[in-house]
């Protein structure tokens, strides 16, 4: 297949969404499919207001058009509800192309957390951006089930991977600055709707680390000078710090998943959550982390667990199952069509 994935968020972000599109894209590649990423990169953009690392193009459905022009997919695939993702939208419904589209993101939530605007106000816009897609995917059954409350149609459980090869026990790294005792770990966008403050006020033993960048980092580092903060890794670098850590520390009450701890369970580290969606469907076995109202008891009982549990549980979670569903749910079209489509188009604008 040809495949053309739509997508507002890629590098240098590095999130969930960019880390799941990549493994995508690579493993529908090695399986011999032809991908084509159209991201902001290219495009004239502007920050995204309150979070400036994110640039939002300024796209148009003309701009959408000259790719597909250029690369005639048979199956489009629209990832995020951003610029690129809208203009995406405009163009397929204008002609009439079928196309699938995948819910990542709570920003009903995030929207909520940053401006107090009640979440329930924007899920009919969240409604409205997939109301035509032939396959709504989202990453956990608790996610699916929320969004067919929500009145969302054609929703598919597509869920995640993890890359066990890069992602693996190692020996245990120094982390400069840790005292004695537990190093507990949290990785991700430092931003309040990560709710990062729930770690960082924990009374805890040991070392609490951060890894991660994010608009609140300049403001936590002063409030927290206890704390490690260490910012943005990537790599081996970054699997060095889940290799250091006794036990993964994940505050967020509003991601859908959470790919974060599939990577520290794939380093042999146990989890600590809320027992909220995305942690309740990632650790689905008490022995490879702990879930509970009460982020401490969480952690006291994840520093009790075994590491080899948590590797071989994240074993069985391969991105070459997950790019399979993927391209199962991926609607799939003659390309003929939109050629023909935007030729006669071209036609009738010469004769008007």
Not at 140 to 165: A, C, H, M, Q, Y
Request: aromatic letters at 10%; one cysteine or more.
């Amino acid at each position: 297949m040809r495949i053309l994935i739509v997508t507002d968020a890629w590098y240098p972000q590095i999130n969930g969404v960019v880390r799941t599109l990549t493994a995508m894209r690579d493993e529908l590649t090695r399986a011999g499919d032809e991908v084509h990423m159209l991201t902001p990169e290219g495009f004239r953009s502007m920050p995204c207001p309150t979070y400036p690392e994110i640039p939002l193009s300024l796209v148009t459905a003309r701009n959408v058009e000259k790719v597909v022009r250029q690369f005639l997919p048979c199956a489009i695939h629209i990832a995020t509800e951003g610029p690129l993702g809208l203009a995406a939208r405009r163009f397929c419904r204008k002609l009439d192309i079928p196309y699938t589209t995948a819910f990542h993101t709570r920003f009903p939530e995030y929207i909520e957390a940053r401006f107090r605007i009640p979440a329930n106000w924007v899920y009919p816009a969240m409604r409205w951006f997939h109301g035509h897609s032939s396959s709504v995917m989202a990453p956990t059954p608790t996610v699916v089930e929320s969004l067919k409350d929500r009145k969302f149609r054609n929703v598919k459980l597509w869920g995640r991977g993890v890359d066990i090869d890069l992602f693996k026990p190692g020996p245990k790294a120094e982390i400069p600055g840790a005292k004695d005792g537990p190093v507990l770990l949290s990785v991700g966008r430092i931003a309040v709707e990560k709710n990062i403050g729930a770690f960082l006020e924990l009374e805890a033993e040991g070392t609490k680390v951060v890894v991660g960048d994010g608009p609140q980092i300049g403001e936590l580092r002063k409030k927290y000078p206890d704390v490690v903060f260490v910012g943005a890794k990537h790599g081996e670098e970054l699997v060095s710090y889940y290799n250091a850590a006794d036990v993964f520390v994940f505050p967020s009450l509003t991601d859908t998943f959470g790919l974060v701890m599939l990577e520290a369970m794939a380093c042999g580290v146990p989890v600590a959550a809320y027992p909220v969606m995305g942690p309740k469907d990632v650790v689905t076995d008490e022995k490879v982390g702990s879930l509970h109202d009460e982020l401490g008891v969480a952690v006291n009982r994840a520093l009790g667990l075994k590491r080899a549990d948590c590797r071989a549980f994240a074993v069985e979670r391969s991105w070459e199952n997950c790019a399979k569903t993927f391209r199962s749910y991926l609607h799939e079209f003659d390309p003929a069509m939109i050629h023909g489509t935007l030729v006669d188009r071209d036609m009738n604008r010469e004769t008007i």
